[in-house]
């Protein structure tokens, strides 16, 4: 049984930072690309980054670019989100998601093949 498991969400003030984490298992976690994904209210599930099994590659959409990196530990089972320079508009729920193919896809910010049961950040004064 595949079990995806988020933490680090919380409330920080524009300007702040948080880190988020991710454990996996039930899978072989190296196998896989994972992802990071959010939700707002009212608005569409969106993909926010992609990492590639090795590392190799990284993806990003272009609100996030330059404030938050992706990064994760094969050995720890372990995906992370730094998370700089929050602005009201990253507030949502955050999802880590493990993701179909090894690399990010073309496609990787449409869906996922397991996902966390996501943890809320909160960006306000």
């Known amino acids: 049984q595949v079990q995806v498991v988020e933490s680090g969400g919380g409330l920080v003030q524009p300007g702040g930072s948080l880190t988020l984490s991710c454990t996996a298992s039930?899978?072989?976690?190296?196998?896989?690309?994972m992802a990071w994904f959010r939700q707002a209210p009212g608005k569409e599930r969106e993909g926010v980054s992609c990492?590639?099994?090795?590392?190799?590659?990284?993806e990003y959409i272009d609100s996030v670019k330059g404030r938050f990196t992706i990064s994760r530990d094969n050995a720890k089972k372990t995906l992370v989100l730094q998370m700089n320079r929050l602005q009201p508009e990253d507030a949502a729920v955050y999802y880590c998601?493990?993701?179909?193919?090894?690399?990010?896809?073309?496609?990787?910010?449409?869906?996922?093949?397991?996902w966390g049961q996501g943890t809320q950040v909160t960006v306000s004064s």
């Open positions: 990492i590639s099994y090795t590392s190799g590659g990284k």
């Open positions: 998601a493990v993701q179909h193919y090894s690399l990010c896809s073309g496609s990787w910010w449409r869906d996922a093949k397991y």
């Open positions: 039930g899978l072989i976690f190296g196998d896989y690309a």
